[in-house]
């Protein structure tokens, strides 16, 4: 086996920004964006992966001494493979791209520059253990057949490569190197979320993508909470004005994740850490000084584990996960709102949907005197199911479902996006019920927003 010792770099990027904020909108997109910052390396043309430099790569023998030194491949075959591989990270669609590695290490039998994942295979895995040989049973095998599988269909349908949502460089790089559609399908938005079909280049302690990150210049709330502050016999809460909370604001959300550690336990489990910040900006309330009504904060971590097994209706369930998370909006009382969650979670897939649902306990460090949301469960439920169904042309729909049947309380959240141009993608939310944000996790109310999210960024 040979293995291409590389030295990694990232490319820098120097955004500038030469517009004049003139307008109280403006100034909400502006600043909104200027959180988001670090996308810019998704958008910008000038951003290529290339953290892969395999040009001029050494290589080094690790196989043993017993082996033909016939079959070692010559110098012009390594520099040829090391063209392709680059031109590869050229592709900004990282479905795209990861295709174009396999592609290339396929047809040299070289390693790619990402390691592939070997999920654990459920059903063999629970035999062993109820036949009292308890072992963790991998999938490789079956993945080597429908691999075979696949490539006998495509060599039979030939279908052509999509153009949408790729340049004419990155297009011509695919077609050259021999990638099809169906090969670019097999990385489904699941399994780019949380690499469970293969490691990332990125590698670990990179930011990637994790809930979508968005800004609604335009969010209007019908019915907007004008007491968000509790209320009892000897201190009322305190309640607003239809003049001090607006029903048009604007809405962002930057949430990121980075894998702290990846292929665990000899088991390919992957070990993250995500930072997620929603915000309601009364940037239109030019009577109290434009303030942010609302912000939550939610850092947590979480624990990955690829898996395969069928589910009914012709599903795959690809992915079991635990984490623990924080929620608070970082006030002091009496707007004060905070709760520490575990949970446990699932992937699953149904063709082009995607759906994962979470089921948590709440971990209560405070004393019930001092909780300041004891009810919180009753509206935002045990659990929730978040789902992403592409549509043709780059379009898709996604969001968020909670629900508590022994209160009959919960909340709905629907996003619809579509493309504008090459990096940017329209965005409407509807959002119906409890807890839109965690200040009025006990408020039912109806919005509706407009806004963009930059390529790669829709996230679950």
């Not at 003139?22 to 997109?29: E, F, G, N, V, Y």
């Not at 080597?144 to 340049?167: F, H, I, K, P, R």
């Not at 460090?365 to 009810?375: E, L, R, T, V």
Request: with cysteine; glycine share 6%; hydrophobic share 35%.
């Amino acid at each position: 086996m040979f293995a291409q010792v590389i030295t990694r770099y990232q490319a820098q990027l120097q955004p500038t920004f030469n517009t004049a904020l003139k307008t109280p909108l403006s100034l909400a997109i502006g600043v909104a964006l200027s959180c988001t910052a670090l996308q810019a390396q998704a958008a910008s043309e000038a951003s290529v992966y290339n953290e892969i430099p395999v040009a001029g790569a050494n290589v080094e023998y690790l196989g043993d001494d017993a082996i033909d030194p016939s079959q070692m491949p010559s110098d012009a075959f390594i520099a040829q493979q090391a063209q392709l591989f680059l031109e590869c990270t050229e592709v900004q669609t990282s479905a795209a791209r990861l295709a174009c590695f396999d592609k290339v290490a396929e047809q040299g039998k070289t390693p790619s520059y990402t390691m592939s994942k070997q999920p654990v295979d459920l059903a063999k895995t629970l035999k062993t253990t109820i036949s009292g040989k308890p072992q963790v049973v991998l999938a490789q095998d079956d993945l080597d057949e429908a691999d075979d599988t696949l490539d006998t269909e495509q060599e039979q349908t030939n279908t052509s490569l999509s153009a949408v949502g790729l340049t004419k460089r990155e297009a011509k790089v695919l077609e050259e190197v021999g990638v099809t559609q169906e090969q670019i399908e097999r990385y489904s938005p699941l399994s780019l979320a949380y690499d469970l079909d293969q490691n990332s280049e990125r590698g670990t302690w990179t930011v990637r993508p994790y809930r979508p990150t968005y800004v609604l210049p335009l969010f209007y709330t019908f019915d907007p909470n004008l007491s968000p502050t509790p209320s009892n016999p000897d201190e009322p809460g305190e309640t607003f004005t239809s003049n001090d909370v607006r029903n048009t604001e604007l809405k962002f959300q930057l949430s990121l994740k980075t894998k702290v550690g990846e292929d665990l336990f000899d088991t390919n489990a992957d070990l993250w850490f995500g930072y997620t910040q929603e915000s309601h900006w009364q940037v239109y309330n030019e009577d109290n000084s434009r303030p942010f009504r609302a912000t939550d904060y939610q850092p947590e971590i979480f624990l990955t584990q690829p898996v395969a097994a069928d589910l009914p209706f012709g599903g795959r369930l690809r992915m079991l996960g635990a984490g623990a998370i924080h929620h608070s909006n970082g006030q002091d009382d009496p707007l004060s709102r905070s709760w520490n969650r575990a949970y446990l979670m699932a992937g699953a897939e149904w063709g082009k949907l995607s759906v994962v649902p979470r089921l948590w306990a709440r971990v209560n460090g405070n004393s019930s005197s001092d909780d300041d949301n004891p009810d919180i469960e009753d509206y935002m439920g045990y659990g929730d199911i978040k789902f992403l169904y592409d549509l043709p042309a780059d379009q898709s729909i996604s969001g968020t479902l909670r629900y508590n049947p022994s209160t009959n309380k919960g909340a709905a959240q629907i996003d619809y996006i579509y493309p504008l141009s090459e990096n940017v993608n329209g965005m409407v939310q509807l959002f119906q019920g409890y807890g839109e944000s965690i200040v009025d996790y006990n408020h039912e109310n109806t919005s509706i927003g407009f806004g963009i999210v930059l390529n790669d960024w829709k996230g679950f």
